[in-house]
T-cell receptor, first 118, second 110 residues
Framework: DTGVSQDPRHKITKRGQNVTFRCDPI?????LYWYRQTLGQGPEFLTY????????KSRLLSDRFSAERPKGSFSTLEIQRTEQGDSAMYLC????????????????FGEGSRLTVL | RKEVEQDPGPFNVPEGATVAFNCTYS??????FFWYRQDCRKEPKLLMS???SGNEDGRFTAQLNRASQYISLLIRDSKLSDSATYLC???????????FGTGTRLKVLA
C-alpha cells in the first residue's frame, strides 16, 4: 500500500496523559499536513511541513501540541497533558513532488487517528 | 468569520434530482479551489478542481466566480451513492495552505 498511513487509528486516553500520533506520507511527497476534525466540521488546519521544515502552525495549536518531521519523511504529532476538548480525528495528508514541482492540488489523506480523552 | 463558508445542510433530495452547493471564501489570496468528498467516518478525497471557466466531470459541474469569491458544485441526476459530505477547499499557492469549509451534507433518498 503506497498511500498515507497513520498510527494508531484509535486512541483512548485519560485527561492529563500525553499522546503521540505518527503519519507516513506518500514517499515522493515533500509536503505533509496535519488537520483536526470534529463531528459536523470540516478539517481544521493545524500545521504543515515542507520536507523537514515546519512552515506554518495554526493559532489553534496551543503549546501543548508539537509536531516534527525529523528526516523529511514520517511525522509525529504529540499532544501533552490532554484535555477533553482535544477529542477529535487527527488527519494527516501529503502532497507535492520531491523536487517541489507543480502541485496538482490533490491532498492525499490518511484514514486518521481518532482520539478520545476521558 | 470563517475563511471558507458553506451551508452545512443537510440537503435531502430524491434520486434523480439536481442539487447545487455554494461556498464563499474571504481570502482573496486564494488561487485554487477544489471540492472534496467525505463519506461517513472516512477521509476526504478529491472530487474535482474548480476553474474560472467552469469544469464538468460527468454529472458534476464546478464553477468559480472570483469577483464574488464564490464557488459552486452542481450534481445532476443524483444517485444514492452521492450521499456524502462535500467539502469546499481554498488553496493559497504562496503559503501552500489548504483551507476547508465545514462541509455540506447530502443525503439522496430512494
Amino acid at each position: 500500500d503506497t498511500g498515507v498511513s497513520q498510527d494508531p487509528r484509535h486512541k483512548i486516553t485519560k485527561r492529563g496523559q500525553n499522546v503521540t500520533f505518527r503519519c507516513d506520507p506518500i514517499s515522493e511527497h515533500n509536503r505533509l499536513y496535519w488537520y483536526r476534525q470534529t463531528l459536523g466540521q470540516g478539517p481544521e488546519f493545524l500545521t504543515y511541513f515542507q520536507n523537514e521544515a515546519q512552515l506554518e502552525k495554526s493559532r489553534l495549536l496551543s503549546d501543548r501540541f508539537s509536531a516534527e518531521r525529523p528526516k523529511g519523511s514520517f511525522s509525529t504529532l504529540e499532544i501533552q497533558r490532554t484535555e477533553q476538548g482535544d477529542s477529535a480525528m487527527y488527519l494527516c495528508a501529503s502532497s507535492g513532488g520531491r523536487t517541489g514541482g507543480v502541485n496538482t492540488g490533490e491532498l492525499f489523506f490518511g484514514e486518521g487517528s481518532r482520539l478520545t480523552v476521558l | 468569520r470563517k475563511e471558507v463558508e458553506q451551508d452545512p445542510g443537510p440537503f435531502n433530495v430524491p434520486e434523480g434530482a439536481t442539487v447545487a452547493f455554494n461556498c464563499t471564501y474571504s481570502n482573496s489570496a486564494s488561487q485554487s479551489f477544489f471540492w472534496y468528498r467525505q463519506d461517513c467516518r472516512k477521509e476526504p478525497k478529491l472530487l474535482m478542481s474548480v476553474y474560472s471557466s467552469g469544469n464538468e466531470d460527468g454529472r458534476f459541474t464546478a464553477q468559480l466566480n472570483r469577483a464574488s469569491q464564490y464557488i459552486s458544485l452542481l450534481i445532476r441526476d443524483s444517485k444514492l451513492s452521492d450521499s456524502a459530505t462535500y467539502l469546499c477547499v481554498a488553496f493559497n499557492s504562496g503559503t501552500y495552505k489548504y483551507i476547508f469549509g465545514t462541509g455540506t451534507r447530502l443525503k439522496v433518498l430512494a
